[in-house]
């Protein structure tokens, strides 16, 4: 997304997703949802013979009212040419829109948007040293290729895309592109810290002397998983395993919550908040836990945190941030996109209780004021969808 510069200010991007609106939407209607345990098995560095095969979502198609939602997200942040425009951000383009948008295509089944979308990514964004994309793209700059540093959020989002969509429309080089994609991710952007793997944000200016700056929005669970079954490399469960580890032990506040960024000192792999940014569930940390829902870890305790929260505000209103050295609320109403992470979050935490609560209605195109709104409640959708769809975390298994 467009937020990582040169060199990283954690506040900046805090500041970046504050500023992308001001809207006050509709309240959630979901009603008191049980606490949750979380167990799950040691999230240690494994051994590359052990590998835990871990729930992935099956892939789903969207229905004809899905499709009419994703028309209307194309028509109104898409171009011709197939460039993603963040319109409460400038305008500027970056690999994560581009990497949703290809995500959301190929759940419409709508090729051609797909390709469309794909072939501006690579004129426009591709490095050339590596298979992965410059972060951001700006029309208004003399030079519109701003910052050739990669975003983790939106390689692992363009890959997992490619590899759906290699499978739905039999494209074996788009498989081969997801696969060097994969390779190039794991060679730039992952960081050994106490014996754990970590994503960083970017290939550079996350990697400190003595500590990592990390974003925990950035470990989509369904794209790491999906990269490790057909990559068949073990470092990505090992980064599966930790980022479970990760989101589990940055939570901060007396509500638990994930900040936007933590650091993690690599000497005892100690996760701390940001040194040198605000302690904040906003604007990136809202997709903690869309992606946790999506992956079909219900029982999550960042997970379970934003459900009692949300379930805390007694429907009446969602706000847009939550300070969490102090406990401060933004003083104004998450936006439709925000809403619509909150009820897929809620449903989520009901069906791992056996509540049987149904996902209350995702907001539709029409209450979205920018681009990242627009994403996000088409992205709950598409992970409601697909976390109901397969049962969750078989047993481990051995593998020669």
Request: some cysteine.
């Amino acid at each position: 997304m467009c937020h990582i510069p040169t060199v990283p200010q954690p506040s900046t991007s805090s500041t970046k997703r504050r500023n992308l609106l001001r809207g006050a939407l509709g309240s959630i209607a979901i009603g008191l949802l049980p606490s949750m345990s979380f167990a799950l098995s040691s999230h240690s560095a494994i051994a590359p013979t052990l590998r835990r095969i871990k729930f992935a979502p099956n892939r789903a198609t969207a229905s004809a009212t899905d499709r009419a939602q994703w028309a209307a997200f194309r028509d109104r942040f898409i171009t011709n040419e197939g460039r993603v425009i963040d319109t409460a951000n400038g305008g500027v383009s970056h690999s994560e829109g581009q990497g949703y948008s290809m995500l959301l295509a190929e759940w419409a089944n709508d090729r051609s948007s797909f390709e469309r979308v794909f072939d501006w990514t690579r004129s426009h964004l591709s490095r050339p040293s590596d298979s992965l994309h410059g972060w951001c793209w700006d029309p208004h700059a003399p030079l519109k290729m701003r910052d050739m540093n990669t975003a983790t959020d939106g390689e692992l989002a363009i890959a997992w895309a490619l590899l759906r969509a290699a499978e739905r429309w039999n494209v074996p080089e788009w498989r081969a592109r997801a696969l060097m994609m994969s390779r190039d991710i794991l060679a730039t952007s992952v960081q050994e810290a106490n014996g754990r793997l970590f994503l960083l944000p970017g290939a550079f200016g996350f990697n400190k002397p003595d500590r990592l700056n990390l974003n925990p929005s950035y470990y989509n669970f369904p794209a790491i998983r999906a990269l490790a079954n057909a990559s068949d490399d073990p470092r990505w469960i090992n980064i599966d395993d930790n980022g479970l580890w990760l989101l589990e032990e940055a939570r901060f506040g007396k509500r638990g919550l994930s900040p936007d960024w933590v650091d993690v000192m690599k000497e005892t792999a100690e996760v701390l908040p940001p040194s040198n940014g605000k302690l904040v569930f906003s604007w990136d940390a809202i997709r903690v836990p869309l992606f946790l829902a999506w992956a079909g870890e219900n029982a999550a305790p960042a997970l379970n945190a934003a459900a009692a929260f949300w379930t805390s505000k007694d429907g009446r209103w969602i706000p847009a941030w939550v300070n969490l050295r102090n406990g401060s609320l933004a003083p104004y109403e998450g936006h439709a996109g925000i809403v619509a992470v909150a009820r897929l979050t809620l449903a989520s935490v009901a069906l791992q209780s056996g509540a049987g609560v149904a996902v209350a209605d995702i907001p539709s195109q029409a209450e979205v004021p920018d681009y990242y709104a627009g994403a996000l409640a088409l992205l709950s959708r598409l992970a409601w969808q697909e976390s109901r769809a397969t049962p969750h975390h078989p047993k481990p298994q051995m593998m020669s």
